[in-house]
């Protein structure tokens, strides 16, 4: 299992990014993913996860109707468009694999992570 994440940076108190997570060596569409953060000197948190078909979504309440998951089966890519950026969404974002095709099963994290930071 291999995933790539990408898209983080530096980015002003209201602003947007989205993040992409490139994955390989499973079968992509046959699991669900999701997107967990670490910000500095805290734990990781759950962010948001998506179904197989990406027919079922779930957030954090910090982030809901702020952030959105999605994902291109056909690419074998997961996305996090995150807009209206807080200072506190601060934190090392990582794509993790589920251990079924629904995402409120076990999960793992393989990638290293993108760093987002949100700063005037």
């Known amino acids: 299992v291999q995933l790539v994440e990408s898209g983080g940076g530096l980015v002003q108190p209201g602003g947007s990014l989205r993040l992409s997570c490139a994955a390989s060596?499973?079968?992509?569409?046959?699991?669900?993913m999701n997107w967990v953060r670490q910000a500095p000197g805290k734990g990781i948190e759950w962010v948001s996860g998506?179904?197989?078909?990406?027919?079922?979504?779930g957030y954090r309440d910090s982030v809901k109707g702020r952030f959105t998951i999605s994902r291109d089966n056909a690419k074998n890519t997961l996305f996090l468009q995150m807009n209206s950026l807080k200072p506190e969404d601060t934190a090392v974002y990582s794509c993790?694999?589920?251990?079924?095709?629904?995402?409120?099963?076990?999960?793992?994290?393989w990638g290293q992570g993108t760093q987002v930071t949100v700063s005037s």
């Open positions: 993790c694999k589920s251990d079924s095709d629904n995402y409120y099963s076990s999960y793992k994290c």
């Open positions: 998506i179904n197989s078909t990406g027919g079922t979504t």
């Open positions: 060596g499973f079968s992509f569409s046959n699991y669900a």
